[in-house]
């Protein structure tokens, strides 16, 4: 079946520091790639996604390459702020599955500190 | 103005008692989600609905019974608590089903059953 592995949090960084978070896949199909941030007490938010081999998506400063090869979908950014604090989730839609569902990793908790 | 809204926000209950969850959507999406969050936030589909009719049902008790009385409507129903149900319960609609649409989120219902 399908499944999202994200590194294990949590990470906490300085203000200004680069930011990566790994995650890697597996689907039976040719899978959409999805990073999804939640602040505290809030719901889900898509933060970028990407649908098909090298596809870079982009929103706020974040970046992830969707890396076939490798069924790899890191996330990054240059210089994080206080307000990046949150919780990043990759996911991934795989068109293999007969439905399309969201399948989400485990979650990795960021703390910026100033 | 709240895309996706959920009530109640916190919910404290005994084993046994049954309970309704209630999700609205405003944006004339015609699908929406039930989704659990666990205590290491571990999030995983529970059901989903599209134009009222039931398309998702994941390995789910049959204590829990999702009702769509019209689409922009999804509540949730569970039975005879559990200490296991205890968890975070999100809302969630999209456009159509589908990986290309953008799932929305609601703020979440804390349920904790004691």
């Known amino acids: 079946g399908d499944s999202v592995t994200q590194m294990e949090g949590p990470v906490t960084l300085s203000e200004e520091a680069f930011l990566t978070i790994n995650c890697t896949y597996t689907?039976?199909?040719?899978?959409?790639l999805f990073w999804y941030v939640q602040y505290p007490g809030e719901g889900l938010q898509l933060l970028l996604k990407?649908?098909?081999?090298?596809d870079k998506g982009s929103n706020k400063g974040f970046e992830a390459t969707y890396r076939k090869e490798t069924t790899s979908f890191h996330l990054e950014k240059g210089s994080v702020q206080v307000s990046d604090s949150a919780v990043y989730f990759c996911?991934?839609?795989?068109?293999?599955?007969?439905?399309?569902?969201?399948?989400f990793g485990t979650g990795t908790r960021l703390t910026i500190i100033p | 103005d709240t895309a996706v809204s959920q009530t109640p926000k916190y919910l404290v209950t005994q084993m046994g008692n049954d309970k309704s969850i209630k999700c609205e959507q405003n944006l004339g999406h015609d699908t929406m989600y039930w989704y659990k969050q666990d205590s290491k936030k571990f999030l995983k589909i529970m059901f989903s609905?599209?134009?009222?009719?039931?398309?998702i049902n994941e390995t789910v008790p049959n204590r829990f019974s999702p009702k769509s009385p019209d689409k922009a409507h999804l509540n949730l129903h569970i039975n005879s608590l559990e200490l296991g149900d205890s968890a975070v319960y999100f809302c969630a609609s999209s456009q159509a089903p589908g990986r290309v649409y953008e799932q929305y989120f609601g703020p979440g219902t804390r349920l904790t059953v004691t």
């Open positions: 609905y599209n134009n009222k009719e039931l398309i």
């Open positions: 689907a039976t199909g040719y899978p959409s």
């Open positions: 996911a991934l839609s795989d068109p293999g599955n007969g439905n399309e569902k969201l399948t």
């Open positions: 990407a649908t098909k081999a090298d």
